[in-house]
């Protein structure tokens, strides 16, 4: 999603409440995530890993993940506040 430079996925044409992205961070599986409000899933999901995003790596960043690390050793380790709790919810 953060390739989309589709006009209903930028951030700035995203209105979503806190809740609407929480929801997202909490879904268990792909068939949850295309089921029902799929597009307000994409842009929740744009929303979610926008604080994530280091645009001047990001690119080396997936590459990371190519190379087999995982998302959560590649986004999550530089803000420790992002890291999911045991409710799923960042600190």
């Known amino acids: 999603m953060t390739l989309d430079y589709r006009a209903p996925f930028l951030p700035e044409n995203i209105e979503l409440s ?9 879904r268990k599986s792909g068939r949850h995530f295309f089921s029902g409000t799929v597009r307000q899933n994409y842009q929740a999901a744009r929303l979610a890993v926008q604080p994530l995003i280091r ?37």
């Open 55 to 91: 645009p001047e790596q990001f690119f080396d960043d997936l590459e990371r993940i190519a190379a087999g690390q995982s998302f959560e050793a590649v986004f999550l380790q530089m803000d420790k506040s992002m890291q999911p709790t045991a409710s799923g919810l960042a600190n």
């Open 18 to 26: 806190e809740a609407d992205i929480a929801a997202v961070k909490n």
